[in-house]
């Protein structure tokens, strides 16, 4: 359905967001209807393993966000708990898209 490039370098911060981008936009491309192949193009360098005693060493954490299975409605306990989350409200504003996510906003 559609072709991406992964960035070669994600040292940068602004590397790293745009790269976790376009994983999104790749998955939300491969489920969209309808669903299909997408091509992640990944720039490889040498050697493709680390040395022998080097450590791997991640810049932060995975990030696990909540994802519920895409359904034409929402499953009843997923409507009773965002009614007991939201009832202390009397303003709300939903706000959906494919950012990331942050606990801030």
């Known amino acids: 359905k559609r072709s991406f490039n992964y960035p070669a370098d994600v040292s940068h911060p602004d590397s790293r967001w745009y790269a976790e981008r376009i994983f999104s936009e790749a998955i939300n491309e491969?489920?969209?209807?309808?669903?299909?192949?997408?091509?992640?193009?990944?720039?490889?360098?040498e050697p493709f393993y680390p040395e022998v005693g080097a450590t791997l060493d991640f810049q932060q954490p995975v990030k696990i966000i909540k994802e519920d299975a895409p359904a034409y409605m929402l499953a009843p306990e997923t409507i009773k708990q965002l009614q007991e989350e939201l009832s202390g409200f009397k303003r709300i504003l939903i706000v959906a898209g494919q950012g990331s996510y942050q606990p801030e906003l």
């Open 30 to 45: 491969a489920r969209a209807y309808p669903p299909g192949p997408v091509h992640i193009n990944i720039p490889l360098r």
